[in-house]
């Protein structure tokens, strides 16, 4: 009879840990930056002399949230917010606003995220060699 409870609590302990820990936050804030940076939106308005500036908030474990400014409006008319991004932090999905219905998505940005949560997942790698 004991035997047959020992792996049931060895489980459940397994399961708890795991259940609690939560997935690990895979991207930083420079990784926000460049994802951000890089959205279809952003590049335009650089090209036409913009001069954007990213203020970071935190969203819970997994998201950041990035409010773009732009920092130079005597270069371009416009002045003043340029954008509220979100991003998971998990797989580097972008969206504007806090709107996940209204994704923003490149070739360039998929290639980025991509280098990004490889590097990342080498990192946590050597991290737990360590």
């Known amino acids: 009879m004991r035997l047959s409870v020992v792996p049931i609590c060895v489980a459940f ?11 690990p936050v895979r991207l930083d804030k420079d990784d926000v930056w460049l ?7 952003l590049l335009e308005a650089e090209s036409r002399n913009a001069c954007p500036e990213i203020e970071f908030t935190p969203v819970g474990r997994d998201r950041m949230q990035a409010l773009v400014r732009n920092q130079c409006p005597k270069k371009l008319p416009a002045s003043g917010t340029m954008g509220m991004y ?34 990342q997942q080498l990192r946590a790698q050597c991290r737990a060699e360590r």
Do not use: Y
């Not at 580097?92 to 998505?105: Q, Y």
């Open 35 to 41: 994802l951000v940076m890089n959205s279809p939106a």
């Open 86 to 119: 979100t991003v998971d932090l998990l797989d580097g999905r972008i969206w504007f606003d806090m709107d996940e219905t209204k994704p923003i998505d490149s070739e360039r940005l998929q290639r980025l995220r991509t280098v990004l949560l490889s590097r």
């Open 13 to 23: 302990c397994v399961t708890v840990l795991a259940h609690g820990q939560g997935q």
